[in-house]
């Protein structure tokens, strides 16, 4: 069963940042959210993982809500580059499987 | 480290015959992942392994699949006899527990 919810596609202006929901109402306590993503059918590309505080690398930061059930990637200075898909998983730091759902196609506009 | 390295990176074969794909994975990683991704189905989990011994085969789509690793850098994914319908791109990783997983490039596979 899917664990996550994704808008299947965004649009996002070049130079702006990019903001991807994810929707995880059932994350059970001990599991991190992660976000990955593919350009154009290249291997998946690790972005970022956290458990329940806001996580900020070079690449994007993430935003966990309080309760978990949701979370926010935000890709701060979208560039045409950024065009992807982008998957958000859920799922325990040990010993489970990586389950990728459809994701969300990101479109960045010149 | 090069990463998660896969070959070949392309293969056209026919109907019928034997397809074998190969995985590296990065040094040190105890877990390693055979994925296959279409249009219609996605990315798929086919086998996942760890220290080598495979844990959950659910998602091989049938006998005709097979998946080894006898070895902590090596781990190749057969399939005999290979069928149009086998036509997809087979991403192979590998993480260290716990922690992130790494992509190869994948093997765009084509069954004529």
């Given at each position: 069963?899917?664990?996550?919810?994704?808008?299947?596609?965004?649009?996002?202006?070049?130079?702006?940042?990019?903001?991807?929901?994810?929707?995880?109402?059932?994350?059970?306590?001990?599991?991190?959210?992660?976000?990955?993503?593919q350009i154009h059918s290249q291997g998946p590309q690790?972005?970022?993982?956290?458990?329940?505080?806001?996580?900020?690398?070079?690449?994007?930061?993430?935003?966990?809500?309080?309760?978990?059930?949701?979370?926010?990637?935000?890709?701060?200075?979208?560039?045409?580059?950024?065009?992807?898909?982008?998957?958000?998983?859920?799922?325990?730091?040990?010993?489970?499987?990586?389950?990728?759902?459809?994701?969300?196609?990101?479109?960045?506009?010149? | 480290?090069a990463g998660v390295i896969q070959s070949p990176r392309h293969?056209?074969?026919?109907?019928?015959?034997?397809?074998?794909l190969?995985c590296k994975?990065?040094?040190?990683?105890?877990?390693?992942?055979?994925?296959?991704q279409?249009?219609?189905?996605?990315?798929?989990?086919?086998?996942?392994?760890?220290?080598?011994?495979?844990?959950?085969?659910?998602?091989?789509?049938?006998?005709?699949?097979?998946?080894?690793?006898?070895?902590?850098?090596?781990?190749?994914?057969?399939?005999?006899?290979?069928?149009?319908?086998?036509?997809?791109v087979y991403f192979c990783a590998?993480?260290?527990?716990?922690?992130?997983?790494f992509f190869g490039q994948g093997t765009r596979?084509?069954?004529?």
């Amino acid at each position: 069963d899917a664990k996550t919810t994704q808008p299947p596609s965004m649009d996002c202006a070049e130079g702006r940042a990019a903001n991807l929901p994810c929707n995880h109402s059932t994350i059970s306590g001990n599991e991190y959210v992660y976000w990955y993503r593919q350009i154009h059918s290249q291997g998946p590309q690790y972005i970022i993982h956290g458990l329940k505080n806001n996580e900020t690398n070079e690449m994007a930061s993430l935003i966990i809500t309080e309760d978990r059930k949701s979370s926010t990637l935000i890709l701060p200075h979208a560039t045409l580059r950024d065009t992807a898909v982008y998957y958000c998983i859920v799922r325990e730091h040990y010993g489970q499987n990586f389950v990728f759902g459809p994701g969300t196609r990101l479109s960045v506009l010149p | 480290d090069a990463g998660v390295i896969q070959s070949p990176r392309h293969e056209v074969t026919e109907m019928g015959q034997e397809v074998t794909l190969r995985c590296k994975p990065i040094s040190g990683h105890n877990s390693l992942f055979w994925y296959r991704q279409t249009m219609m189905r996605g990315l798929e989990l086919l086998i996942y392994f760890n220290n080598n011994v495979p844990i959950d085969d659910s998602g091989m789509p049938e006998d005709r699949f097979s998946a080894k690793m006898p070895n902590a850098s090596f781990s190749t994914l057969k399939i005999q006899p290979s069928e149009p319908r086998d036509s997809a791109v087979y991403f192979c990783a590998s993480r260290e527990e716990p922690g992130r997983a790494f992509f190869g490039q994948g093997t765009r596979l084509t069954v004529v």
